[in-house]
């Protein structure tokens, strides 16, 4: 039994390229240092002296320079490469972060978050469009996977350092580490990691001329990102309202909270790359998308269905984590799936813009229905709304095709570079 669970572990974690590992070590490096965004309204309420209503409005600039990051990293991933556009991301949102500490005033610091978020999430569509030309068809899913591993472990980090560096050293230091870390993530990426937009470039160049598919003219992909909305408005309340919940209505302490939360990302990191592993031979990545997204709408209707307790809350935690390990990681993996060496970044780009879309809407939405109609409303909503995704994505299962020879073959020259 003890082998053949080390077996699991160790093949789950075979097969990758070097360079997915080493864009893992990039990210880990990153993420580390994203001790900004957990404690960005506490900066700005004990530091900067704004009001609560002020912080909110700070968040969501952070949001909105999120989501226009994350379109104009697909668009400069078009027309400068990858590699270029992951390494200025980097590094110079460094030193966004590292002016923010001289701004007080709130217009202004509204001004610099959203420079500073729209910078960094520039990076964010370049990176998966990496990840499409770092690995192999049937691994991508892993390969996603192992990136999440980093992210979730580089923010489980800086989640439990920032809060004893704010205390300890000051709030302004969590900027100062968050500049250092992307610059040093930068250097580490240019040193690190090879640079293949030359020879993409000239690669394109031998094949044929095709007809390059936009993402904003593929109705499939269109519909299925507004279905994943949909999903990741509630998905994002794991971050937003049930925490909220859990401290008023089931009268839980700060530490115990983050004890209950803390299952969410051990088991990521645990179990993740093992389930995607068993999956990732599965042909219906649609499918296994659509499965991810009921399991996290039974994760919020489970409450008004068993009632309002610490256990139901655990239960709650644990089928949001596995309903996020199997969806995440193959809506991914079928994106890139869908996608050529020509398009690939305008995909990522609006993909990844789906999620900062819904960190926008997500706030306001859940804190809105609480407030006014109460958590039971708010479950329903969240539960509802998973429920449709996850049924629209199933619908739409039989429509996703794979790549045609023309890719296929268009791939081969591309891997050869």
Known sequence: MLNSTINLYKNSFSGLSREIWLLSGVTLINRIGMMVLPFLSLYTTQELKFTMVQAGIVTSFFGFGSLVGSWV?????????????????????????FILIFIRDFNTFCLGIFIAAFIADI??????????????????????????????????GGMLFGGFIAVRVGYHWLLIIEGATCIAAGIFFFFMLPNRDAAIKEAKKSLNKINVKSP????????????????????????????????DHLFLLEDEIGLIMFVNGFLLFAFEMPVVYKLENWSNKLGLTALGTLLISFSFLVFNICGWYVSIAVISIILITIGEMISFPFSSALVLDRTNEHNRGDYMGLYASTFSLS???????????????????????????????????????????????????????????
């Open 123 to 156: 990076f964010r569509p370049a990176m998966m469009t990496a990840v499409g030309t770092y690995s192999k068809p049937e691994n991508r899913a892993r390969a996603m996977s192992l990136i999440r591993l980093a992210i979730n472990l580089g923010f489980s």
């Open 359 to 417: 960190f926008i809407i997500a706030p306001f939405i859940g804190t809105w229905v609480a407030e006014y109609y109460g958590f039971t409303a708010l479950w329903y909503l969240a539960g509802g709304l998973s429920l449709v995704s996850a049924l629209g994505l199933w619908g739409l299962s039989e429509r996703v095709k794979r790549p045609n020879q023309e890719s296929i073959e268009q791939e081969e020259v591309l891997e050869a570079v």
């Open 73 to 97: 990293g697909g668009k400069l991933t078009v027309k400068i490469g990858e590699f270029k556009t992951q390494f200025w991301s980097l590094f110079l949102s460094g030193f966004a972060y």
């Open 216 to 247: 904003y003219k593929d109705g499939v992909f269109l519909m299925f990102v507004f279905l994943l909305l949909l999903g990741s408005i509630a998905f994002m309340q794991l971050f937003t309202t049930i925490p909220l919940f859990f401290k």
